[in-house]
């Protein structure tokens, strides 16, 4: 998966550049042919939302060939794909500019991977259901009035159901499961403009246990480990909204996505990943 991503996400970027017209069919198809070349591919685990533009906003997009739009390099464009293979399931979310981003772009681009930062970092009681912590994902977004109108995460099976419950993440209190350990969520907020642009970022999480200096009435604690190393692009964030240790969290994701997918990678793949890892700057 890591592999392929970054393989993918350099030939786009390429081609892109280079004035290649691409609609949105096309880029879910080269995706698919990028996958089907990996060992123990089996299928897609789902449609693959790629959305330009206005099409982002409408967060269960699919592409059609006689309608879809043009991948436009002045736009955001939202890819939400993953695969079913022997050993696994995938899903994961990126939200790109091939231009120049707006500020308004960026400032929700940045909230968006606020509230992804928080629910990645979330330490929490044992017996918790995931309502509790879909606040943690919207919190940045509610700050300025605004919000999204899907789960911040579902469960996700080990090459099952992409989309598995019984638990979830989201807004929805009336789901009771807990988050127990051994768990695969997603962690998915994101923001959507009506007619404009729309932004999700997504990672899968393994729940596990953590270790607390204090465990409160003797209860346990839990908190996630990441299983998707994939660049966010930080041309999109705005530096200005970020905490220290909010930028501390993107170095640290980055140099670990370099760290364990550069091996992998040769060429214009791995120069895309370099490119795509250096740490944020700030004076």
Known sequence: MRLLLAQFWAWLEEA???DVVLTEVEVADKLFEFRSKQAGFVDTSFDTISASGANGAIIHYK???DSCSIVNAEKLF???????YVDGTTDVTRTVHFGEPSARQKECFTRVLQGHIALDQAVFPENTPGFILDAFARSSLWKIGLDYRHGTGHGVGAALNVHEGPQSISFRFGNM???LKGMVVSNEPGYYEDHDFGIRIENLLYVKEVDTPNRFGGIGYLGFERLTYVPMQTKLVDLSLLSVAEIDWINNYHSEVWEKVSPLLDGS?????WNNTRPLVTL
């Open 78 to 84: 939202l890819l939400d794909s993953g695969a079913q």
């Open 16 to 18: 892109i550049q280079k």
């Open 269 to 273: 793949a791995r120069q895309w990943l």
């Open 177 to 179: 499961t807990p988050l």
């Open 63 to 65: 592409p059609e060939p």
